[in-house]
């Protein structure tokens, strides 16, 4: 997949989770960060996120989410929710995620390995909107492995 399809077009960090390992739990409140640029360390996920060598060979060391698919739920649900509200790392425009799992692929000199859907939870409810989870069967982002160390930055419309 050539890098200049896919533009960043938000960066995101979270020092702790929300919803991972909370089943049963009220949501934890820790920070979504928007940042302008994340290191990405091969095998080992973003420095100063929540699953920064969380285990080895995780499946998620770093998530995207595609702006259109939020651009369609803000536009079904009727809600002007943040994308930050997802927990994604990366939130993409101009590819088609599902296309990605189990490939490798290169954004900004960065190269990855598509793993799997970022499936969604019931959590989505809760974070964005009722019928969230439902409406994002199938297009809950993509989880990868970071395979080589590099920066991602925003893209500058």
């Known amino acids: 997949m050539s890098e200049s399809k896919i533009r960043i077009v938000h960066l995101y960090i979270s020092p702790a989770h929300n919803f991972f390992e909370h089943h049963g739990q009220p949501a934890g409140d820790n920070p979504t960060l928007e940042v302008e640029e994340v290191r990405c360390v091969a095998r080992s996920g973003i420095e100063g996120d929540r699953f920064f060598n969380f285990k080895e060979d995780y ?3 770093i998530t995207f989410f595609a702006s ?3 651009d369609r739920l803000r536009r079904d ?3 002007d929710a943040a994308p930050s509200v997802f927990r994604r790392n990366a939130i993409t425009r101009g590819v088609d995620l599902n296309t990605l799992i189990g490939k ?3 954004i900004q000199g960065v190269q990855f390995e598509g793993v799997a ?3 969604p939870c019931y959590w989505m409810d809760t974070a964005f909107a009722p019928g969230a ?3 994002m ?3 809950g982002g993509l989880r990868a492995r970071i ?3 590099g920066v991602l930055r925003v893209d500058k419309p």
């Open 104 to 106: 490798k692929f290169e």
């Open 59 to 61: 499946k998620g060391q």
């Open 117 to 119: 859907e970022c499936k």
């Open 77 to 79: 649900l009727g809600v």
């Open 133 to 135: 989870e439902a409406a």
């Open 137 to 139: 069967q199938g297009y």
């Open 68 to 70: 259109e698919v939020y």
């Open 147 to 149: 395979l080589t160390d």
